[in-house]
């Protein structure tokens, strides 16, 4: 069998999110995770970390590689990634889902497309996530 390098990056910064949404990390967990399942990735751990006074982190390892997010909630932002390899699992569909679930005000997103050569870097259409 030949493995293929190839893989997809998505980065996004979110803004003009509302505090409590970004200040759980057991709502993000939940959220995260279905995330991953929505675009096909294989879940193999969860960590999430609440901060005080107020953040926090949630990282879902997939077989794929992973999805994450660090949160700031007294700026209404939070930063979050999602890199998947191989071609048959989408990061972009877990980027729509968890954009979808934020409602941010405004986003900046890129995309780094992987494994192949140099990488390419682009500029993703981030749409509302839509159950299939």
């Known amino acids: 069998m030949e493995y293929s390098t190839f893989g997809r990056h998505v980065a996004i910064d979110v803004w003009g999110v509302d505090f409590e949404l970004l ?3 057991e709502f993000l967990k939940n959220h995260m995770v279905e995330a991953a399942e929505a675009c096909g990735a294989t879940v ?7 901060f005080e006074p107020q953040g926090a982190t949630v990282l879902v390892m997939l077989s794929e590689s992973h999805i994450s997010i660090h949160t700031y909630p ?6 979050l990634d999602c890199y998947t390899c191989g071609e048959t699992v989408d990061p972009q569909i877990a980027i729509d889902y968890m ?3 934020l409602k941010p005000e405004k ?5 780094l497309i ?5 990488m ?6 981030v749409k509302e996530y839509v159950n299939a």
Do not use: C, D, H
């Open 107 to 111: 986003y900046y997103a890129k995309k």
């Open 44 to 50: 193999l751990s969860v960590q999430a970390q609440q």
């Open 23 to 25: 200040n759980s990390a």
């Open 120 to 125: 390419e870097v682009v500029t993703p259409e």
């Open 114 to 118: 992987r494994g192949v050569g140099e």
């Open 74 to 79: 007294e700026k209404g932002f939070a930063a």
């Open 99 to 101: 954009v979808s679930i």
